[in-house]
């Protein structure tokens, strides 16, 4: 994980940067410390860059899934790392082209696939939407199967 970013590590301190952050799309990026994949996202997209870049549109955190167990049976995080979006205390939602519509799993492709996506939910929160359509092509959004399919 980033250095540069600031971590989220006990569930109060995510209750609180969920309140918090206003007018601004918050990016809470799970995973862990020493993971391959999430050294990877770290480096392609230079998250701490990013943040910088995002400033005026987004407030970025790193959330360990060890230390919030509660907050990662609540996403169903099930794989690492996945993405969650929140704007103004209300969990955004992001239509991938596939089945789970409340966080993106695994590694964006290229650091524009990130900024598009961050844009597209800032723009949709800001006309009241909850759900936006990802501008990123569905060839990009790595595939999974889902654990749990309700009846």
Known sequence: MSWFLPKLSCKKDIDEVIKSVAEKVLVLRFGRDEDSVCMQLDEILKLSKTSHDLSNMASIYLVDVDKVPVYTRYFDISYIPSTVFFFNGQHMK??????????????????????????????GAMRGKLIVQSPIDPRDVPKYDLLYQGI
């Open 94 to 123: 992001v239509d991938y082209g596939s089945p789970d519509h409340t966080k993106f799993v695994g590694s964006f492709k290229t650091k524009q696939d990130f900024v598009d996506l961050i844009e597209v939910i800032y723009r």
